[in-house]
């Protein structure tokens, strides 16, 4: 079984920071891209950042500038930090990987439960 588990969120005010982190367990063999969504209340996910196995991240536009994400491939994690939060930020967010559970395996999409973010004004 495989296991996302995301940690970090909280409440914080507009202006302010904070660190998301995402740990991969369980059967993997390997993890390709690592991505983070979010979904605020009342509206559809949306995807928020991604980074490769290589490293290239790339960047929805509402973040660009003031998320950065980053990956240790050694320990399965990706982390999301944001920095100037707006209170549009304010959202569900949920850390998604494409991965192999084993080394014939099918690249399947899993998500972990998601950490609740607040900004306020």
């Known amino acids: 079984q495989v296991q996302l588990v995301e940690s970090g969120g909280g409440l914080v005010q507009a202006g302010g920071s904070l660190r998301l982190s995402c740990a991969a367990s369980?059967?993997?063999?390997?993890?390709?891209?690592m991505a983070w969504y979010r979904q605020a209340p009342g509206k559809q996910r949306e995807w928020v950042a991604g980074?490769?196995?290589?490293?290239?991240?790339n960047y929805a536009d509402s973040v660009k500038g003031r998320f950065t994400i980053s990956r240790d491939n050694d320990k399965n994690m990706s982390d999301l930090k944001m920095n100037s939060l707006k209170p549009e930020d304010t959202a569900v967010y949920y850390c998604?990987?494409?991965?192999?559970?084993?080394?014939?395996?099918?690249?399947?999409?899993?998500w972990g439960q998601g950490t609740e973010v607040t900004v306020s004004s």
């Open positions: 980074i490769t196995s290589g490293g290239i991240s």
């Open positions: 998604n990987a494409d991965l192999r559970r084993f080394r014939d395996d099918d690249s399947g999409r899993y």
């Open positions: 369980g059967s993997i063999f390997s993890i390709g891209t």
